[in-house]
């Protein structure tokens, strides 16, 4: 039986590390679980069988690896913004900022 892949704290703050390096984006504390979560699923999906050897992938100058690193990005940034999230900006918007607008141009 194949053993499942896992991440320890020390490949964690290399991926972590390798993710700022090359995108600039920082993996907060608070989203740790999901980011494991991530990494061992393009693990799993890559086939690789340690999550060692997709930091390696990851770490190549190469075609196969930049691309992932598109794929690896989309899983890690939410495509969201907090503009939609945020009731109170359509409810600012609604109130003050539209009716402003309206008033001016009339």
Known sequence: MKKEPSLNIHTRDK???????????????????SFDNIIINRTRKLRFD???????????????????????VLELTNNESYFFRDQGQFKLLEEHILPELIKRKK
Do not use: A, M
């Open 15 to 33: 991926f972590r590390q390798l993710i700022v390096q090359k995108t600039g984006l920082e993996i907060r504390e608070q989203n740790l679980g």
């Open 50 to 72: 340690e999550p060692e050897n997709y930091f390696i992938f990851l770490s190549l100058h190469c075609h196969d690896s930049q691309k992932e690193w598109e794929e690896l």
